[in-house]
């Protein structure tokens, strides 16, 4: 049996802002685009879901620690993005900046559990003097999105969150699924010996 993947690029999703009611929003772009079908699954940027839900913080309103003040100056970055980085994360790993690079990076354990670059802040695509951080509960967020488009267009759909991560000692960027719904997050044990 032959199976096949095909995937399309939701076209006109406006840039998202806090409180903006991305069901709503997003099946509007569906809707345009040639709607869904039953299976469908829709990957979407943690991104527009984070800012949808708040979680965008105002670096003037951060008063930075000591700790977060002295891992700026040796990064060359903004205390209070790192302290947000700081209290975004479970554990601090490790930080470098090499010779000629602008802003030196962190290496954090998430809260949720992500190894990543300074636990996933970012900078891409917010309001200058602000930053975006993961969604408190992305299998909530990816959960909340699915009943909704679901609920809208009468199909069963699946829904993945993603974030943009690097990998070690390799070059370029991979999406790593953060949140799920009706997506199985591993498949069973293929090849697995006895």
């Not at 096949?4 to 998202?16: C, F, N, Y």
């Not at 709607?35 to 979407?44: K, M, S």
Request: proline share 5%; glycine share 10%.
């Amino acid at each position: 049996m032959r199976e096949s993947v095909s995937l399309a690029a939701i076209q006109g999703v406006p840039d998202i802002q806090p409180k903006d009611d991305l069901v709503a929003i997003l099946g509007d772009c569906v809707a345009r685009d040639g709607g869904v079908e039953d299976g469908d699954i829709l990957c979407v940027a943690h991104k527009i879901v984070s800012k949808a839900e708040g979680n965008v913080i105002e670096l003037a309103h951060v008063a930075p620690s000591p700790e977060a003040t002295e891992l700026a100056q040796t990064l060359n970055k903004d205390p209070a993005k790192v302290e947000v980085v700081l209290r975004q994360s479970n554990l601090f790993v490790m930080s470098w900046r090499r010779p000629g690079q602008n802003e030196g990076t962190m290496i954090c354990e998430h809260r949720l559990g992500y190894i990543s670059a300074n636990a996933a802040v970012d900078e891409s695509n917010s309001a200058d003097g602000t930053v975006i951080t993961l969604p408190d509960d992305p299998d909530a967020s990816a959960a909340r999105l699915g009943r909704g488009l679901e609920d809208r267009f009468g199909v069963t759909l699946g829904v993945v969150i993603t974030d943009t991560f690097g990998r070690p000692w390799r070059l370029g960027q991979v999406n790593v699924a953060i949140g799920l719904y009706k997506v199985p997050a591993k498949t069973s044990d293929i090849g697995s010996s006895a």
